[in-house]
């Protein structure tokens, strides 16, 4: 007598794996006849044949299926013996849960004037339920999100002009956690000069303060240039 059902040894396998995860292997009623071969066939239950595809006596998946998306899923295999009988039966396959990295946007570039505090704009999205993300900072890029600020926007702001690589982690609270870090940059320029500055400690190197003053007052242009020479120069014309 020939077989009389079709079953797989396990029918889950998890999400997101690469083509040709395995699901299971087809069990028949008598596992030591050989000659036994399995096929999709169409018919009641076929719906997700495509998805997955069939190597010898193991069912693998032929698509990257998303636990989220869609969990379960349906063949249609037929046993074929090798004297030329046949069955056919639909079979339901399950794709488990994994945790997967949030995805984050940091946002930016970003520009900023020296002392001036301005809003990072930051979002992270994570395609598994109820995993509220926690964002850290590394403003200075160190590598190291111990210090600087936390959350999605945070108001920062830098104390010298320049371009600063930050980044920012997000972290799930899945199980195991997963993590994702993202860097951008801040582009800080020294803020135009106003009247009543001290030049000194207002965030501007002689080169901008000059250029600044440069802008305001024409007559600071002849200082400009004759300070191509000594440098003692230029530490006259600011105390002055
Ligand atoms: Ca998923
Ligand atoms: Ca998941
Ligand atoms: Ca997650």
Known sequence: MGPTAISLNQN???EKRLFDALVGTFNSIDPNVAGYSFTFVSGSGATDNSKFRIRGNQLLTNAILDFETRSSYSVRVRLTTAAGTSIEQSLGIQITDENESPQV??????????DEVFSLDSFSTDSDANQPPAFEWDLDFTGRFDVDVVGSHPVVSFST?????????????????????????????????????????SGLNI??????????????????????????????????
Do not use: C
Request: hydrophobic residues 40%.
């Open 105 to 114: 946007s940091i946002g930016g570039p970003y520009t900023a004037i020296v």
């Open 161 to 201: 002009s320049g371009t600063k690589t930050i980044a920012v982690r997000v972290q799930d609270n899945g199980v195991p956690p997963m993590q994702t870090i993202r860097s951008s940059v801040v582009v800080v320029t020294a803020r135009a000069i106003r009247r009543g500055d001290s030049i000194l400690s």
């Open 207 to 240: 080169d901008n303060a000059f250029e600044a003053l440069e802008q305001l007052v024409p007559q600071v242009y002849q200082f400009t240039q004759k300070r191509k020479w000594p440098h003692q120069f230029d530490t006259a014309i600011l105390r002055h």
């Open 12 to 14: 889950s396998t998890i």
